[in-house]
């Protein structure tokens, strides 16, 4: 076992409840629908945590190729921020959708207007977070794409939490699932997907400096 694939076991792990919590609320809000009547918002945020969760596993991944590629070893100023990152995320997951009924509330939608919209706070802070990691971590510009769409993914979950109006929720939670599903498919879908891979004159220059031999590649 690589020092990677050891160290991705608390974070998948932590990563893994979240799904479970979140597939449990959906088959108790499916269980017990006839005593509390469902609504579409609560699950498309549930959906959108979904689509968090599976593509955090690619933000990890992707920061191990980028350390093998400049010979940095895993430590924990960098391991802690990443763990960091990833119960955020189990945090809000845990609370978009109830596990179990609750008798005062008769709706999903009631639901989640009380208890589950708690769950956009630890999901902003989470984004919030990711802009400075991307630079410490991934050693992103400041300007780059997956930094912006941070800033959009904030205003979009800010409106969710913040609006009492059912229109606007509905809007916040679709248009954050449009543009993270963009975002999948194009900035965030491979390795390297933070910025601009590290350039051959930075990996010879680290990993000298780490005693790690290059061969040059064939012409």
Known sequence: MTEFELLSVPIGLVLGLGMTNILSGIITAVRNRKQVRLHWIPF?????????LMTFFFVIWDLNVRFELIGENWTWKYYGPQMFHSVLIFLGAGMILPTKRESNIDTLIGDFEEHGRLALIPLMLAHLAAWPLNMYLHGASM????????VVCIGVIFLGFKS??????????????????????????????????????????ASSKSGVEIKAEGK
């Open 44 to 52: 498309m945020w549930a959906f959108n945590f979904m689509m968090q």
């Open 143 to 150: 300007f780059a794409a997956a930094n912006y769409m941070n």
């Open 164 to 205: 009492t109006k059912r229109v606007w929720q509905s809007i916040s939670s679709i248009s954050f699932g449009v543009i993270f599903i963009c975002c999948i498919l194009t900035i965030w879908s491979r390795p390297g997907h933070v910025d601009e891979p590290p350039q051959r004159n930075t990996i010879e220059e």
